[in-house]
């Protein structure tokens, strides 16, 4: 399996404020997935992040609000711009298995609260 | 219309008895994938099981298995013997093949919260 880690895995921040989560996997992956988890929701896929290219992202999210960086196949980062209570939420990584399409694995999340 | 379906918010069942979540799905594509996943209170997701549409057994994984009957388009997880540890809230998931986009995106149920009563 692969091993996510996330940091900061908890943050209480400021509206208008911005704050960057970082996403490391110990093993290359191509595609990287940036989800939300809005408090006692499901989880909304934000973006795809492919390296060497710009992120895709769903609908209701823009890349002025959440940007996103994939700078190689083992890291990423999702900024959280111009921070409202609204944004208050988890934020996970996931990424499909390097070994096998069936399995998808996620990073322990940041919890996030925007004051 | 929703993907993915879960019509139980909460369940209770006792220790060591069997537990049945639903999910139910609705897709067009051929080729999909159904993903089930454990959320205790800590808040990670972790993986518990996965059954492939052409799958042709049920999928197990110790005392996880998936009753997926494709006609009707439900994936349901059954826990056998459960556990105190077994609490937590469980999210039904599928993958498509995005016809052209070549991506790969899990689409998420609203999740069912278990309790397992002692």
């Not at chain 2, 979540?21 to 099981?49: A, H, N, V």
């Not at chain 2, 039904?92 to 093949?97: F, G, I, K, P, T």
Request: include cysteine; charged fraction near 15%.
């Amino acid at each position: 399996s692969a091993v996510i880690s996330q940091k900061p895995s908890r943050d209480i921040c400021q509206r208008g404020t911005s704050l960057t989560i970082q996403c490391q996997v110990d093993s290359q992956v191509t595609m990287m997935f940036w989800y939300r988890q809005q408090p006692g929701q499901s989880l909304t896929l934000i973006a795809t992040a492919n390296q060497g290219s710009e992120a895709t992202y769903e609908s209701g999210f823009v890349i002025d609000k959440f940007p996103i960086s994939r700078p190689n196949l083992t890291f990423s980062t999702l900024t959280v711009s111009n921070m409202s209570p609204e944004d208050s939420s988890i934020y996970l990584c996931s990424v499909e298995s390097p070994h096998t399409y069936n399995e998808q694995f996620f990073g322990p999340g940041t919890r996030l609260t925007v004051l | 219309a929703q993907k993915i379906t879960q019509t139980q918010p909460g369940m209770f069942v006792q220790e060591k008895e069997a537990v049945t979540l639903d999910c139910t799905y609705d897709t067009s594509d051929p080729s999909y994938g159904l993903f089930w996943y454990k959320q205790p209170s800590s808040g990670e997701m972790i993986f518990l099981i996965y059954q492939g549409s052409y799958d042709q057994q049920n999928a197990t994984e110790g005392r996880y298995s998936l009753n997926f009957q494709k006609a009707r388009k439900s994936a349901n997880l059954v826990i056998s013997a459960s556990q105190l540890g077994d609490s937590a809230m469980y999210f039904c998931a599928m993958r498509e093949v995005l016809s052209g986009a070549g991506s790969y995106q899990l689409t998420f149920g609203k999740g069912t919260k278990l309790s397992v009563i002692p």
